[in-house]
Every structure is written in structure tokens, then in C-alpha cells.
T-cell receptor, first 114, second 110 residues
């Protein structure tokens, strides 16, 4: 069964801390994505990557960075966490295909920044 | 920038009633996808529509893609309690970025 695994289900951090969210997929997918989900706003794309060491900004990249050193792993980094980054973070992956292929999501990380 | 609007935000129905959620894009979409997220869960892919005017069915669910490829709808016939959750449409104009609507949360009363 295909799987996208996020390292933590719940995380509590302090303002100003550096935060790492890890995501691993076992489907040999080329594309990986980070979204944040907030009530009433749906899923908003933070960053995506279509190959190892490649990254592209999504719609809300400010305050975030990413790293993709291996094909199966995509990390989201909050350089200095702020309270407005409290949210549900969802990682997803997809195969290369011809356009936007269907996304497989991880279970999400609920991050609280105090 | 590109936007995908989805209405309604919430819908309460009695079990057995029908339900419809609508999705509208500010630009022409190359395709549209629909996802379902159960309470406490993560989005799960339901279907993808590619062709103008396309209609697809999955049991009690009917998905439509508009002729202009700017709108879509999901209709559920005779809702059941297992249908509860949030339904998202997601589209793109080509490339890797999938833009999601805000979702419609469905509540079903037994």
C-alpha cells in the first residue's frame, strides 16, 4: 500500500524556534509538496519539488524553506517560528505524469507555535 | 493570482437527502480533481476530470466538468452518514501546481 509518512502528528514549539517537518514517501514519486490547511482557507501550497535538490515556491512561501536531498524525503523548515504559523501541515507526493497527477497525502502535522 | 472558489462552505442535510458542492475558477483549468477528507483525516483522491463537459459517476457520486473548463460540481444522491467530511476541488492551468478550493464541509444527520 502506498504511503506518505510525516514524522510527527502533533508538535508544540516556541516563537523563534527553528522547526523541521519531515516527510517520506515510498512510491518513488518525483513530485513532493507541502501544504498548510487552515479553517475556511482550504489547502494552500507552500513549496513543491519535482526532483532531488529542486524546489519551487508555492503561493505562501514566506517564512518557510525546504530541502530535498533524497528523492523520497522532503523537509519543510520554519526558520523562526511565529504564532501565525500555527496550522495543520500536509505533505503530498505525486508521480511525474503529464500534468497535475493525483496527490497522495500524509496524515498531517498539527503545529502549535506558542 | 489563480483562484478556485468553492461553495457552500458548509451543508447540513438529513440522511437520504441530496447534496451538491460547486467549484469555480477564475481561469480555464486543464483538469480538475476532487478529494474527500474525513474528520481527523487527510485528503483522499476521488476522481479527476479532464475533458470539457465531462461527467463521471462513482456509485452515488456524480462529478461534472463545465463546458468552458472553469467550473465543476460534485453531487451526492441520497446521502449516508459515511459521506460526512470535507470535499475539496483542486485544479490547475498546467504544470505542477494544484490549487485547492476552500472545501465544503458536509454534515449528515441520521
Amino acid at each position: 500500500d502506498v504511503k506518505v509518512t510525516q514524522s510527527s502528528r502533533y508538535l508544540v514549539k516556541r516563537t523563534g524556534e527553528k522547526v523541521f517537518l519531515e516527510c517520506v514517501q515510498d512510491m518513488d514519486h518525483e513530485n513532493m509538496f507541502w501544504y498548510r490547511q487552515d479553517p475556511g482557507l482550504g489547502l494552500r501550497l507552500i513549496y513543491f519539488s519535482y526532483d532531488v535538490k529542486m524546489k519551487e515556491k508555492g503561493d505562501i512561501p514566506e517564512g518557510y524553506s525546504v530541502s530535498r536531498e533524497k528523492k523520497e524525503r522532503f523537509s519543510l523548515i520554519l526558520e523562526s517560528a511565529s504564532t501565525n504559523q500555527t496550522s495543520m501541515y500536509l505533505c503530498a507526493s505525486s508521480s511525474m505524469g503529464t500534468g497535475n497527477e493525483k496527490l497522495f497525502f500524509g496524515s498531517g502535522t498539527q503545529l502549535s507555535v506558542l | 493570482g489563480q483562484q478556485v472558489m468553492q461553495i457552500p462552505q458548509y451543508q447540513h442535510v438529513q440522511e437520504g437527502e441530496d447534496f451538491t458542492t460547486y467549484c469555480n475558477s477564475s481561469t480555464t483549468l486543464s483538469n480538475i480533481q476532487w478529494y474527500k477528507q474525513r474528520p481527523g483525516g487527510h485528503p483522499v483522491f476521488l476522481i479527476q476530470l479532464v475533458k470539457s463537459g465531462e461527467v463521471k459517476k462513482q456509485k452515488r457520486l456524480t462529478f461534472q466538468f463545465g463546458e468552458a473548463k472553469k467550473n465543476s460540481s460534485l453531487h451526492i444522491t441520497a446521502t449516508q452518514t459515511t459521506d460526512v467530511g470535507t470535499y475539496f476541488c483542486a485544479g490547475d492551468t498546467g504544470g505542477f501546481k494544484t490549487i485547492f478550493g476552500a472545501g465544503t464541509r458536509l454534515f449528515v444527520k441520521a
